[in-house]
């Protein structure tokens, strides 16, 4: 029998790469960063050997998906934000066993899904940044899931969090972390006028919901929250249409979650969109 011994929405902005740099935004990001860091941290102390990201970068058009190849490896430039994130090397180990039982297991539940071990994808930087700051000795094993699904149900992704970690508790050997790898709003700032915005909301709009979600997360209104996820994802231009986040709830409960929230790293804009680092209790 296994554990899950951490839960987390956690930001991936390329800034934090470019907060590494030389140049007029270096430390930028340090706060995010150091949020990144901890939660590694306490993935060491926890026992942690996979760490399950629900990735909003990888976009799928059918069915649910899983990258779970033995090896990752090579140098990776976002072909979003090319000028952000350039040239960055990578290095992680993967988890065939546990992808293909977490694919088994949510297929069974009525989400069809499918894990590649023999595959030629690469991870894209929903996963990268993260591993980047919280997996720099590649002490964890890495596994992806498909979490920008542009024709799916949130009811679907939420069913696909159960299954996750119902396979991770009944079958699977080892302790696991899960990360909802994506932001809260997300409406990028306009063409032309991004630098204006690098700290700040798109709208005020967007920001008040955003910190109205936190709230409810505080105060442990998991029902209000949940009952308001899909709205919110579609009103706030929810990064991945926030299926990585329905993900993340449907693995502790739903609206019958009862734990609370530890906000590692503060609510941020950045580039118009909000940002949080935040672990859940399981």
């Not at 991936?12 to 941290?41: F, N, Q, T």
């Not at 930087?125 to 920008?148: A, H």
């Not at 899960?178 to 990028?188: C, D, E, K, Q, V």
């Not at 915005?197 to 936190?214: A, C, G, N, S, T």
Request: charged share 20%; proline share 3%.
């Amino acid at each position: 029998m296994g554990k899950l011994a951490l839960a987390a929405k956690i930001t991936h902005v390329p800034s934090m790469y470019l907060s590494e740099l030389d140049g007029p935004h270096k430390g930028c990001r340090d706060a995010a960063i150091a949020g990144h860091k901890e939660i590694g941290r306490r993935c060491r102390d926890l026992g942690v050997d996979t760490i399950v990201v629900f990735d909003t970068h990888w976009l799928v058009n059918s069915g649910y998906h899983v990258n779970c190849a033995a090896h990752f490896e090579g140098v990776y430039t976002s072909n979003e934000l090319p000028h952000f994130i350039k040239n960055l090397p990578y290095a992680y180990d993967g988890n065939p066993t546990l992808g293909h039982l977490l694919a088994r297991t949510a297929t069974a539940a009525g989400v069809n899904t499918r894990a590649h071990s023999e595959t030629s994808l690469t991870l894209e930087y929903g996963t990268l940044v993260p591993m980047r700051y919280m997996n720099e000795d590649r002490r964890f094993k890495v596994v992806s899931v498909s979490s920008l699904c542009t024709v799916h149900d949130l009811k679907d992704s939420a069913t696909l969090g159960r299954a996750v970690r119902r396979a991770i508790e009944e079958e699977y050997d080892g302790t696991v972390a899960i990360l909802a790898s994506g932001s809260l709003s997300h409406r990028f700032a306009q063409n032309g006028v991004s630098e204006q915005y690098l700290h700040k909301m798109w709208d005020p709009f967007l920001e008040q919901v955003d910190l109205r979600v936190v709230d409810l997360w505080q105060r442990g209104d998991w029902a209000t929250f949940t009952a308001m996820l899909p709205m919110y994802a579609e009103k706030c231009w929810g990064e991945g249409y926030m299926h990585d986040t329905a993900m993340l709830f449907g693995a502790l409960g739903w609206d019958r979650y009862e734990g609370s929230v530890d906000i590692v790293t503060p609510y941020f804009a950045s580039s118009g969109t909000g940002q949080i680092n935040a672990v859940f209790s399981v």
